[in-house]
């Protein structure tokens, strides 16, 4: 973006890392009249607030610990409460993920946005599904075996076809590729990888539906998906999986709202292509209006400003 200077800071060597990193933080905050704005920083955080006293400060939390292992992630999450304690000025992503660190009564929600990727309006006359985002942790093939039931069941299968853009750890993608040709379903869902940000308008110009699929588990509950705000600014309806934050912003006027079964996916796409001709792009982009980046932004000048 415009008026922004990146500075990275090599993250090899361990605790030699966290050095390296507080040493160009102190050399570059000099100006005890300037703002800063830490995102959270593991065992770090606490440290960025007392070797800066003097100066305005706001930690922003953008996410809880999502370790499978109930003993993890209540560890880090522990460690994050404390780390807080420094912090007179904290921001986080949603009220729930507040409540859940104990922080609501202190903290200033500063919501996750997103931009407008395709502004043609969609034409609901089948199903183009689009699923973007990360494949590690998020159980996709149960979204393969959910679509197999489907297709095997409809009356027009071939109405319906479904693109997955991203990638997991080493072998992640491969192994849901062989699932979906082991599922006789490689014809009708197609594989992109890891797509560039700035590359995707074209994949979002030509789907008309998102797919904002999140194991409904503890850990994720509670976190925002940018890709449902994508969908939707772009006037794609969404199937999305019931996790407290998809249901903040999923209505019937917007999409549908899931299970994380494979039956729950086969429902949703039967729920979606019941209710097609009643979706209007128009109508979904106003239903995201508020979680434009150019609002957000507005309201967070506005706080920083009060800090002063």
């Known amino acids: 973006m415009d008026g922004i200077q990146v500075i990275s800071v090599n993250r090899q060597g361990g605790l030699i890392r966290a050095i390296r990193f507080l040493t160009a933080f102190w050399n570059l ?5 300037a703002i800063i704005f830490v995102k959270y920083f593991k065992f770090v955080s606490w440290l960025i607030r007392l070797m800066r006293p003097k100066n305005a400060m706001v930690l922003d939390i953008r996410t809880g610990s999502v370790e499978k292992n109930i003993l993890a992630r209540k560890f880090y999450d522990t460690v994050l ?33 997103a931009e407008v990727i395709s502004s043609t309006d969609k034409v609901f006359n089948d199903l183009k599904i689009l699923y973007v985002g990360t494949l590690y942790n998020r159980n996709l093939e149960k979204v393969i075996y959910g679509l197999k039931k489907y297709l095997s069941q409809s009356e027009t299968p071939e109405k319906v076809a479904l693109t997955i853009v991203g990638d997991g750890l080493p072998g992640q993608l491969d192994r849901l590729i062989m699932e979906t040709e082991r599922c006789g379903i490689s ?20 789907h008309n539906v998102g797919l904002s699929y999140i194991p ?21 309806p969404v199937i999305a999986t019931k996790t407290s934050a998809n249901q903040l ?34 109508s979904i982009r106003m239903s ?4 434009q980046w150019q609002r957000i932004v507005e309201n967070l000048h506005t706080y920083l400003c009060n800090l002063r």
């Open 29 to 33: 905050t000099k100006n005890k009249e």
């Open 187 to 206: 014809e009708v869902v197609k594989f992109k990888g890891r797509v560039p940000h700035d590359q995707l308008k074209p994949l979002f110009d030509t």
């Open 288 to 291: 995201a209006q508020d979680y």
């Open 216 to 236: 409904l588990t503890a850990y994720f509950d509670d976190q925002p998906p940018t890709k449902t705000y994508e969908y939707l600014m772009s006037g794609m």
């Open 81 to 113: 409460k404390i780390e807080a304690l420094f912090y007179e000025n904290i921001t986080v992503i949603s009220s729930g993920l507040s409540k859940k660190l104990g922080l609501a009564k202190k903290a200033e929600i500063l919501p996750l946005g």
């Open 249 to 282: 912003i999923i209505n019937h006027e917007n999409g549908v709202l899931i299970g994380d079964a494979p039956q729950d996916i086969c429902t949703g796409i039967k729920l979606m292509e019941q209710k097609m001709d009643r979706f209007c792009s128009k």
